[in-house]
Nanobody
Framework: QVQFVESGGGLVQPGGSLRLSCAAS????????MSWYRQVPGKKRELAAA????????NYLDSVKGRFTISRDNAKNTVYLQMNSLKPEDTAVYYC????????????WGQGTQVIVSS
């Protein structure tokens, strides 16, 4: 079955960096675009970044452009999110899933990884 295991979150000060990882299984990873979503309690999950199957094309939420970088390693079935210049408003639980646009992914979700940006 489809599984996503996110890791790498934590507590970081404003201006700091984190690198998230997501190990995927249960589907042909290299055939799917992949995305990172984030969710704050009480709000809808939003797509933060997406990457094409080859990794050549990427797309970002306006508020994270220039600060976040999505990448993938098809040999390892893993997608990454490098987050720099973090702001308190980046605080959220981060999830990965397949797809290029919001809602395109599989029904199943991982447990997510918590990112807290606070001084």
């Amino acid at each position: 079955q489809v599984q996503f295991v996110e890791s790498g979150g934590g507590l970081v000060q404003p201006g700091g960096s984190l690198r998230l990882s997501c190990a995927a299984s249960g589907f042909t990873f290299s055939s799917y675009p992949m995305s990172w979503y984030r969710q704050v309690p009480g709000k809808k999950r939003e797509l933060a970044a997406a990457i094409s199957t080859s990794g050549r094309n990427t797309n970002y939420l306006d508020s994270v452009k220039g600060r976040f970088t999505i990448s993938r390693d098809n040999a390892k079935n893993t997608v990454y999110l490098q987050m720099n210049s973090l702001k308190p408003e980046d605080t959220a639980v981060y999830y990965c899933n397949s797809g290029w646009r919001s809602g395109d992914g599989f029904r199943s979700w991982g447990q997510g990884t918590q990112v807290i940006v606070s001084s």
